[in-house]
């Protein structure tokens, strides 16, 4: 992972060379950008590597045992909720795969831009005997439309872009060439915004959906 401040955006790349899985070591990277960025930023853009933006939790973690899953995942949720609270803009590039905890993150952002093609965004869960979370379920059920809610949370259905758009996990879908570029441009222009004012906003229209995901930062 790496971080670069450019005109105020917060720049945060997710790049571990193979599937950008959601494990210790970039949690212990990536929260502490996140306090980074409230102090030196008015937006932030996360990005992933070409072809993935994150396929979720590591796997090889969570079968470390079940302390050691409890803690990654109670590491995982607490991110998603700093995510969804975080009073700066939040604009996310999704470069190509966005898979279970990937998806969340793309719920979790404000802007979310897709690349066009043949990558997949699911919440697979049912597909592999869990059971979502009442913190995961909050999530999915503020930003999913309810046209697709129970195809995609319940049925574990794979989305392309285009379909990721009408479902809710996406805003925008562009050609690969253009995706930073339009990404990074979201995010300055929110940048420009009030930023004592975007917080408070932002802030009371979710407000019961944070207070119920904070009560639930351990389920």
């Known amino acids: 992972m790496k971080t670069e401040l450019k005109n105020d955006v917060m720049i945060i790349t997710l790049d571990d060379g193979k599937a950008n899985v ?9 929260l502490p950008a996140l306090d980074q960025a409230e102090k030196e930023a008015k937006a932030i853009l996360i990005v992933g590597r070409a072809g993935i933006f994150s ?16 803690a990654l995942v109670s590491r995982g949720y607490e991110l998603l909720h700093r995510l969804y609270g975080f009073p700066l803009p939040v604009v996310s590039a999704c470069t ?42 909050e999530v999915a059920s503020a930003r999913i439309s309810k046209r697709h ?14 379909l990721a758009v009408d ?14 570029a339009k990404a990074f441009e979201a995010a ?14 932002k802030l009371g229209v979710r407000k019961v959906s944070l207070e119920l995901m904070g009560k639930n930062l351990s389920s």
Do not use: C, W
């Open 96 to 137: 190509g795969h966005g898979i279970g905890l990937g998806a969340f993150i793309l719920l979790a952002s404000d802007i979310r831009i897709g690349v066009a093609g043949d990558s997949k965004i699911s919440l697979p869960e049912t597909a592999i005997s869990m059971q979502l979370s009442p913190l995961l379920i």
């Open 188 to 201: 300055e222009k929110l940048s420009l915004l009030p930023g004592e004012f975007y917080a408070k906003n």
């Open 167 to 180: 479902a809710g996990f996406l805003d925008e879908v562009v050609d690969a060439a253009d995706l930073f």
């Open 149 to 162: 809610i129970i195809r995609a949370a319940v049925q574990s259905e794979n989305y392309l872009p285009d």
């Open 22 to 30: 959601v494990g210790h070591t970039l949690l212990d990277e990536l």
């Open 55 to 70: 396929a979720g939790f590591d796997l090889k973690e969570l079968q470390k045992g079940a302390e050691q899953s409890r």
